[in-house]
T-cell receptor
Framework: GAGVSQSPRYKVAKRGQDVALRCDPI?????LFWYQQALGQGPEFLTY????????KSGLPSDRFFAERPEGSVSTLKIQRTQQEDSAVYLC??????????????FGPGTRLTVL | AQKITQTQPGMFVQEKEAVTLDCTYD???????LFWYKQPSSGEMIFLIY??????QNATEGRYSLNFQKARKSTNLVISASQLGDSAMYFC??????????????FGPGTRLSVLP
């Protein structure tokens, strides 16, 4: 496909379970971002990859959150021991370059995580 | 302090009329980019329009245009000839230090636009 894809689209987890969210960016895009969007709010930055290197993880809310992009394409966001406050939509975005003007981010459809 | 402020939680507009969605931002960078995204109820974020801090002219893309006032740090989105399909959440976002590596977006809280038939 031509766009960013994410799977699963919906995930229900019991509190304490581990979850893994997948992102397939647009082919050839250098930069990959993860955002968390709570209901009725704007997305908030979690982490950033330049190819396979995780250059910024300042937005990860706790050490239960872990992200990887081992081959510089597909990325996985893992949440360990999920808590109810982790319930949100997790958005993945990619951009062609890693800096410069314009350079909009293309977003995937998101994964809606509900922790019971 | 909020980096992006959108003071209108909700807006209504009659179909075929124009509407302006407000956005102000806070940055000390000289090189930054401002983006508007639309998020329908289906959830995907759709890029609409971009304004660079060094751009001298207001950006336009079809029915979308920006009223960029750099000194006031505002970049209001104008949608002309509103259509029912324009009903959605609209987010203003900023990317600071655009010539630096990996600068993420900072999003505002959004404005929910409802177009009335």
């Amino acid at each position: 496909g031509a766009g960013v894809s994410q799977s699963p689209r919906y995930k229900v987890a019991k509190r304490g379970q581990d979850v893994a969210l997948r992102c397939d960016p647009i082919s050839g895009h250098v930069s990959l971002f993860w955002y968390q969007q709570a209901l009725g709010q704007g997305p908030e930055f979690l982490t950033y990859f330049q190819n396979e290197a995780q250059l910024d993880k300042s937005g990860l809310p706790s050490d239960r959150f872990f992200a990887e992009r081992p081959e510089g394409s597909v990325s996985t966001l893992k949440i360990q021991r999920t808590q109810q406050e982790d319930s949100a939509v997790y958005l993945c975005a990619s951009s062609l370059r890693d800096r410069g003007p314009y350079n909009e981010q293309f977003f995937g459809p998101g994964t809606r995580l509900t922790v019971l | 302090a909020q980096k992006i402020t959108q003071t209108q939680p909700g807006m209504f507009v009659q179909e075929k009329e124009a509407v302006t969605l407000d956005c102000t931002y806070d940055t000390s960078d000289q090189s930054y980019g401002l983006f508007w995204y639309k998020q329908p109820s289906s959830g995907e974020m759709i890029f609409l329009i971009y304004q660079g801090s060094y751009d001298e002219q207001n950006a336009t893309e079809g029915r979308y245009s920006l009223n960029f006032q750099k000194a006031r740090k505002s970049t209001n989105l104008v949608i002309s000839a509103s259509q029912l399909g324009d009903s959605a959440m609209y987010f203003c976002a900023m990317r600071e230090g655009i010539y630096n590596y990996g600068q993420n977006f900072v999003f505002g809280p959004g404005t929910r636009l409802s177009v009335l038939p």
